[in-house]
């Protein structure tokens, strides 16, 4: 299908693939062997000289479905699923960086990703963590041997919005490999390929799916980088057109070798979930931005972190670059509430990780998920000990907004 609108595309997208018997959806194929009638065959598919399926680390025709779908939503050359977002982050770094290297990424990092990245330098990659809120701090940053710059559409929890237009004009005029984590915006909500992007991140665990039922996690190559010119490439995979061969190092030095692959299953729940990804999402924003407003009104709340807000400081920017403002927002309750009692005393609202969930959920985040980045990290990041990061999902808004006035009551 062609010039369709997302929604119809996404719909249809297993249909435009032709999936067995007429089938709507694409099965759930459980084999992790595929069997050839001509060995000659089994052997072209594992040189890359034919499609088809080797082994189920690899490829996997429900997953391969998934990945299609994906890649028609973020307009991209070529899409790899692994078994979790994390999984995907460290492929692309695994798969592209060298000792000595050096890669720049916001300072503003969800804590795994931080501590991810902080983990490569114990094996020879430089980090320099920066406020990408300004590409000039990112531009400050650049050295000789910077490889890769790693943003995300907008931070969790204290959601500031990265100079995401500027910095890909910098990364094109340093020819730098320009990762965007795409998840808390998806798809649907902004397409980093505007702004630039050479491989868009997605953590399918959250919205894309929705339902906190499955994980996974993506990379998409936009096809506006020239991997002609990056050095760490292996000639095993420099066959065929230039524009494959970081997707395909990809695919071999980090899906295959490191194993991180996604269940057939869990890509066929993935699928599914993503069909009411616009419908899910426009809901979530909306809930998001009057529980927003009722928050930075209320006497007990001393500040409101969320892009659709005029007091925010990247509002403007958000406003451009997104069709809508998110449904990711934190708060930071006054001293003489304890953020616990708080959350005890919320009825629709569930304590709990995960984002996208078509619930709201919310978490202590001082206390938890950034708990092992030290007091004095988490006050560089703006995240005091009294903010509680809330996911807001689909229910009813009055429902909602009373809850929260009772618990802060």
């Not at 078994?83 to 798969?95: P, R, W, Y």
């Not at 929705?210 to 095993?236: M, Q």
Request: charged share 20%; glycine share 8%.
């Amino acid at each position: 299908m062609t010039n369709k609108g997302f929604d119809t595309t996404n719909l249809h997208s297993d249909r435009s693939d032709h999936p067995e018997h007429g089938s709507l959806h694409k099965p759930i194929h459980t084999s992790i062997a595929f069997e050839y009638d001509d060995a000659r065959d089994l052997a072209a598919v594992f040189q890359g000289k034919k499609s088809g399926y080797n082994y189920g680390r690899q490829q996997n025709p429900t997953v391969n479905a998934l990945q299609n779908r994906i890649n028609r939503m973020e307009q991209g050359l070529t899409t790899v699923a692994f078994s979790t977002g994390m999984a995907a982050i460290g492929s692309v770094l695994f798969s592209l960086l060298r000792q000595g290297d050096h890669l720049i990424a916001s300072a503003f990092l969800f804590g795994n990703t931080n501590s991810l990245f902080n983990t490569f330098t114990n094996f020879g990659v430089e980090v320099s963590f920066v406020d990408a809120t300004d590409a000039d701090n990112v531009k400050a940053a650049v050295k000789s041997n910077t490889k890769l710059v790693f943003v995300e559409t907008i931070a969790n929890p204290v959601t500031q919005v990265a100079d995401m237009e500027r910095i890909g004009e910098l990364c094109t005029q340093h020819k730098l490999i320009y990762i965007v984590d795409n998840t808390i915006t998806t798809p649907w909500l902004f397409s980093p390929k505007t702004v630039g992007a050479s491989l868009i991140i997605n953590s399918l665990s959250k919205y894309f799916g929705g339902h906190g039922a499955a994980l996974g996690g993506s990379v998409t190559d936009t096809g506006l980088y020239d991997w002609s010119d990056y050095p760490h490439l292996y000639d095993n995979y420099k066959t065929g057109s230039a524009s494959q061969w970081g997707i395909t190092q990809i695919k071999k030095k980090g899906l295959r070798d490191f194993g991180a692959t996604l269940a057939p299953e869990a890509a066929h729940t993935l699928a599914l979930g993503s069909e009411t990804m616009s419908l899910r999402v426009e809901r979530a924003c909306r809930n998001a931005q009057a529980l927003a407003e009722f928050c930075e009104q209320h006497p007990r709340v001393r500040k409101v972190n969320y892009p659709g807000l005029p007091s925010h400081s990247q509002h403007d920017r958000a406003a451009k670059l997104f069709s809508h403002f998110g449904a990711l927002m934190s708060i930071e309750l006054v001293d003489e509430l304890d953020c616990f009692d708080f959350l005890n005393r919320l009825e629709c609202v569930v304590s709990s990780s995960n984002l996208g969930d078509t619930r709201t959920l919310a978490i202590p985040v001082a206390h938890t998920i950034f708990f092992e980045m030290g007091a004095a990290r988490r006050a560089s990041m703006g995240i005091p000990d009294s903010m509680i990061r809330l996911a807001v999902g689909i229910e009813d808004i009055d429902d909602l907004l009373a809850d929260f006035a009772q618990a802060l009551g």
